[in-house]
């Protein structure tokens, strides 16, 4: 069509100014596909975390969350066979944490978690075997640190315990794997269930049960049923678990909220003003060409196909802007103390891209329909009369 | 001068046309009760000092501005009764329009420019072509087709703007101050284009101070505060 030919070479006319729309439009665009994959981000990376080892519960201490506290489930093994017991069930998988001192080397500190290596959710083996009874098996940070599978890792607890050193025991590493739940930095390993307890002098507790349920039932029906026979445990869904989290983590939905519509304002802004100026600019020939009949759909029609190539020109930079920065700040945040590492801040798929892109968009074209729609209602002899000598 | 007898019909009739401007508070009568008639084949220069009403007459007469009283009939219409988008249509298919800075698009081509109208028209892409082709040659422009508005002289925009201006084959030609931008050679060039398309049939109505332009007309009328001199 000829009038979109109009509308882009007269894109070209001014090839600084559009150049610069482009830029800063792309640059909100970039910070609104961010906040957009930020918003939405950490819910569905965290659910997709905590769905990884197919656990759809978790069983905690009453009134706290998984790991929150150093709370743990007393009589353990008989509310594990209690749980098991339920048909809605098909495993229970329980979890004992501790802090642990490596000895030997200068007594470094080990996250260390004793699962039952038939029934956990809290590591994939990446290499070796699950532990044994007098076996580890260890995280990337203690593998990077040097150590490798056939090594061994003597144990014992704190030092406040008076016969501490008496209670260092040896281990040797059966296996390398990747804790989905471990923060950035933290050194993890797992033990069979028993060997925490051994070590720590808590015979028959655990810190939190996975549990899987079985095949076709709804978690959270599950999760209900589960609760009310068990008043004395906290039983949440992964659901639940994700809501919860994303209550806690709201500032954050929060503050994507209000950079993405302040990206949005700024593309209304910065298009507006860039078309405001350049229909002024044209206010004599708009009249002169509607003088000579062509209508003002047509115009309008013009100026919108200008904004549109602005933005699509500025949104295709401004997605691959926005990714790179994705990148970079994922790398900041995923060093947040206490949070998994796994957790993705920045989810990326193409439904948010379409989002981020379609807000750019929308904001541009409407943002140029005003100025546009305003000169369309121009008197046209009046304007030609000021127009011309 | 030449004669002014014509034996068409009555192409254009405005009866008793009035244009009242509010400016301020103040009443401006730019056009005060002008009745005329331009018959088909007609050329008709309006001359007169700066602000007797030229410019405001030709934009009544080309559907172009609504008058504030009386009647204005184009081609058997009433362009006064008309609805907005009406009148655009109106003016896209019976008038041509050619303005003193000639007001092309610079980013197209004198062949783009030509096309526009009839692209609106919804002329299709080969008969638009052909058409706009025919009228550049017709214009004098046969080698200049696909150069835009800055690359050619102020007298060949002006021969551009008037093949815009036939582009969809109209029946009343209006130019205001044709010649504005041009030096004396060139306008005296654009007074025989204008002939020629007279000659050829076009209907011509011009606004003008250029009196060798003025006095190339079949007749003129003079105005003076917005009214017919005698
Ligand atoms: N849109 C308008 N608003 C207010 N006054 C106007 C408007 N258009 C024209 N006028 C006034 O109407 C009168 C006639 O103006 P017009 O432009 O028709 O004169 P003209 O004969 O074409 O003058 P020129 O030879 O300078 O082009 C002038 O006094 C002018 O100031
Ligand atoms: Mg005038």
Known sequence: MLILRYSARELLRHPARSLLAVL?????????????????????SFRSLLTTAGYELRVSPAGTLPFDTGATIPEARATREAIERSESVSGVGPVLAANLLEAGRDDSRLFVLGVDPGEQGIYVLEDGLDPGPDEVVIGRELADEGLSIGDSVVLRPPGSFADASAAARPFRISGQADFLYASAG???????????????????EASLMMVRVAGGLDPEEVAASLQAQFPGLQIASVGQLVEQAANRLSYFRQLAAILGTVSLVVTTLLIGTIMAVSINDRYGTIAALRAIGISRRSLVAAFAVESLLLCLAA?????????????QLEKILSDFPGLPAAIRFFVLDT?????????????GVGAALVPAIRAMNAPIASTLHREEP | ?????????????????????????????????????????DFLALVGPSGSGKSTLLHLLGAVDRPTSGSVLLDGSDVAAMSDPERARFRLEHVGLVFQRF????????????????????????ERHDRATALLRRVGLGDRMNHRPGEISGGQRQRVAVARALANGPSLLLADEPTGELDRRTSADMLELFQSLNEDGTSIVVATHDLQLAEGARRQLVLVDGRIQP
Do not use: F
Not at chain 1, 188 to 203: K, Y
Not at chain 2, 5 to 32: N, Q
């Open chain 1, 24 to 44: 800063g439009v792309a640059v909100a665009c970039a910070m609104l596909l961010d906040m957009i994959m930020l918003g939405g981000g950490l819910n569905a």
């Open chain 1, 186 to 204: 933290e050194r993890s390993v797992a033990l069979n269930l028993e060997a925490v307890a051994d070590l720590t002098d808590r015979p028959d």
């Open chain 1, 315 to 327: 949104a295709s930079v401004g997605l691959v802007l926005g990714l790179l920065v994705a990148g």
């Open chain 1, 351 to 363: 439904s948010r891209i379409a989002w981020a892109a379609a807000g750019v968009l929308i904001a």
């Open chain 2, 1 to 41: 001068m030449r004669e002014t007898s014509l034996g068409g019909s009555a192409l254009l009739e405005a009866r008793d046309v009035r244009r009242e401007y509010r400016l301020k508070g103040d009443l401006i009568e730019a056009v005060r009760g002008i009745s005329l008639e331009v018959r088909s084949g």
């Open chain 2, 103 to 126: 007001h092309l698009l610079p980013m197209l081509s004198a062949l783009e420019n030509v096309e526009l109208p009839m692209a609106e028209a919804g002329v299709g892409r080969r």
